[in-house]
């Protein structure tokens, strides 16, 4: 019996064209970084990619007004986004290559156009995201060599809802 392989077209699954609702596997998320160094947007997949983590670091402020009886008061005042992302390094791949060659960037040239598309359609996008590489091939003599980040952002990122 002949097997057919049937393309999938990961970016319109995670784009929520499938029906998209409920719960879902974490790979329908997906992330893109501006492959051009030269400022003309090139938005493409990272191959490879297998986990990721989110961290928020919310600035809250706090203070124990009279009138409050001695009840603390609150206000978030800032806010920032890292995402940590571990993959397998995929020489070639635009979306791979980017994130590498940025290992050997310091200041404003380690800085790219990042975005992270949600399995709704959302799409949130960090310009001029800090992309800190924390590990490029090193590993076990047997094992696949790593490609390990983080994207933190770099201002208020702009948020796409899914249409």
């Known amino acids: 019996m002949k097997r057919m392989r049937v393309p999938m077209d990961i970016q319109k699954f995670a784009s929520g064209d499938a029906g998209t609702s409920g719960v879902y596997p974490c790979y329908t998320?997906?992330?893109q970084i501006d492959a051009s160094a030269s400022?003309?947007?090139s938005m493409v997949s990272?191959?490879?990619c297998e986990t990721f983590g989110?961290?928020?670091?919310n600035g809250i402020e706090e203070w124990s007004p009279f009138d409050q009886e001695g009840w603390g008061r609150r206000l978030m005042t800032g806010k920032?986004?890292?995402?940590s992302v571990t993959a397998k390094r995929n020489v070639g791949d635009p979306g791979n290559d980017a994130v590498a060659a940025l290992a050997w960037k310091n200041g404003?040239?380690?800085e790219?156009?990042?975005q992270w598309t949600f399995p709704d359609g959302t799409v949130v996008k960090f310009e001029s995201a800090v992309i800190n590489v924390t590990n490029i091939g090193a590993g076990d003599s047997t094992a696949v060599a790593p490609l390990e980040f983080e994207v933190m952002s770099n201002g208020k990122p702009?948020?796409?809802p899914a249409a």
Request: aromatic share 12%.
């Open 108 to 110: 404003r040239s380690a």
């Open 29 to 31: 998320n997906q992330f």
């Open 46 to 48: 990272i191959a490879d």
């Open 158 to 160: 702009i948020v796409t």
């Open 54 to 57: 989110v961290s928020f670091d």
């Open 39 to 41: 400022g003309t947007a």
């Open 80 to 83: 920032s986004v890292t995402i």
């Open 112 to 114: 790219r156009d990042f």
